[in-house]
Every structure is written in C-alpha cells, then in structure tokens.
C-alpha cells in the first residue's frame, strides 16, 4: 500500500508544476517603482515684481496768459533757475496802468470830498446842539429847532452816500491794479524753466501758453501694485531705484504715501515714493525701476 502513494505523490506533484508554467510570472513591484509612476506636484516660486514709471516732482506747472496782449519783454529763457515771484516776462501794461491811475486819482478826489461832508456833517451836529440849547432857553422856535435836526440828518445820509462812491472806487481801483499784475508773469515757486512757449512782440490770448516750470526736488516716482501686497507695503519703507538713462547707478527711495484704498476696476492701489540721499543724476521725466519683493 505505502508502494502505490509514493508513484501517485510524485505524479501529482509534476502536473501542478506544469500547470504553473502555463501562468505568467507576477510583477515583483517595489516602492521605488511606485513612486517613480506619481507625477511630482509642481511648485511656483514667485519671483520680485518690477514696476517702472517715470520720476515727477510733486510741483510743475504750464503758466498761461491770465489776459489778452502783448508780451513787452522776456527776462528768462530754458534752462533758467528762478526763485518765487522771479518775473519772468512782462506784457504791455501801458493801457491798463494809465487805468489804474485815473482810478487812483478818483479815489483821491473822492476821499477829499468825502472829508468836507464830514466836516460839514460836524458844523451842523455842532449848530443842531446849540439849535437845542436855545430851544430849551426858549429863545427859538421849535421849528428852528427841528430844521437843525434835518439838516444833520441830511447830511449823514451824504456822507454815507459819498462813502460808497469811495468804496466802488477802491474796488474798481483793486480790479485795476489785479489787471497790472497779471501783465507780470511771474514764477509760483523756485524751480527751472524748462520751456517757454511766446516771443517777444507776440500777441497772445487768455489762456495761451507762456513757459513751462518745474520744481528741481523732490523728486519722487508713482506707481500701482497688485493688490496682494496691500497691507506689505507700509510708510517709510525703502526701496532701491535704478534708471536706464543712468546704467549702474543704485538709488534709494522711501514710501511717502500709500494709497488706502484699491481700485476695483484694476485690482491694485498707489504708492508714491520720494528718492533720498545724492540722487543729482536724476532728474524729472527720467524713466526708474523698482523692485517689490514677493507678498508672504
């Protein structure tokens, strides 16, 4: 009996190893392999934002005629430096300054008539309490009386009158005077001259172009951000500025104002910064850059 298992033991055993070999071998996998299939996540890395803009002073100004006429004479040209109220043209004032002195003369003969009607007006207060006086003593009548009394209140419904003419006078002379000033076109503020429009012998109309002033400093730069670094930047804070126009210089600025709001229609809002230190390559219009660095 033990003979006849062994024969059947061996016979089973071969035919489950051939059965095996008609099955393909299982893939041995590995961790290595696995991850080698998971596609690694991409990373952004958000780098500086560069902004530019143009350098501007907070003052500069197109001064135009403020009247018609002629302009006489020009006392400074471009590149000019001129300091406040420096003039620098003057338009025919010779019609408007003969204006101003008749009205002045007027004024004067005004006043002088208004200073006998006053005088006059101290004769009849002066008369009405001696008129008074009299009355009481009963040695004129009440009549007499009151004719005093009329004859003072006539007279300070003159001198009033005469006041009012001196005062359209003054004003028509202060009217005179403001057309004398505006034929002197006059610098706003100390800066340069950077162009002038007119020649001598020009006519020009109100609200024509005469020079073109600008102040020298400070100089400062406006720009917009994104709005994710609303709350980054903060006041006083200082950024480096480089120009194109002055290659390898480094220049540094400090936050002046930072807008408190954000433009929806943009999503993003204004910093203005003033440039500090030796900055005398620079100069208005220049085109800077600045680096941000990137919001956390």
């Not at 290595?32 to 996540?41: E, H, L, Q």
């Not at 990373?43 to 403020?66: K, N, R, W």
């Not at 009405?128 to 009440?142: C, D, G, T």
Request: aromatic content about 6%.
């Amino acid at each position: 009996m033990r003979v006849l298992i062994v024969p059947f033991a061996l016979a089973a055993a071969l035919l489950a190893s051939g059965c095996g070999d008609s099955q393909p071998a299982a893939p041995v996998v590995t961790a290595a392999s696995a991850a080698s299939k998971v596609a690694a996540p991409a990373v952004s890395v958000e780098t500086a934002l560069s902004v530019s803009g143009p350098i501007i002073v907070e003052h500069q100004v197109e001064l135009t005629a403020q009247r018609d006429g002629l302009i006489a004479k020009i006392y400074y040209d471009a590149p000019a430096r001129v300091k406040t109220g420096t003039i620098l043209a003057q338009m025919d004032d010779r019609q408007v300054s003969t204006n101003l002195e008749a009205a002045r003369a007027k004024s004067r003969s005004i006043a002088a008539d208004l200073k006998n009607w006053e005088a006059e007006m101290e004769v009849l207060k002066a008369d009405y309490v001696r008129a008074q006086r009299l009355w009481n003593e009963k040695l004129i009548a009440e009549e007499q009386l009151q004719h005093a009394k009329y004859k003072v209140e006539s007279d300070q419904w003159d001198v009033l009158r005469v006041k009012e003419q001196l005062n359209t006078a003054k004003e028509e002379e202060n009217s005179l005077q403001l057309e004398v000033e505006k034929t002197r076109i006059a610098a706003p503020f100390s800066g340069l001259v950077a162009r002038r429009y007119v020649r001598e012998g020009q006519s020009v109309s109100k609200g024509d172009r005469l020079f073109w002033v600008t102040a020298e400093a400070p100089l400062l730069m406006r720009f917009t951000l994104p709005e994710r670094y609303f709350g980054r930047v903060r006041r006083l804070q200082q950024f480096e500025i480089t120009s194109p126009d002055v290659p390898g210089e480094k220049h540094q600025s400090r936050v002046k104002e930072i807008s408190p709001v954000i433009d929806p229609s943009s999503g993003t809002f204004e910093v203005l910064v003033e440039l500090i230190g030796d900055h005398r390559s620079l100069h208005p219009g220049m085109t800077a850059n600045i680096q941000v660095e990137p919001s956390r």
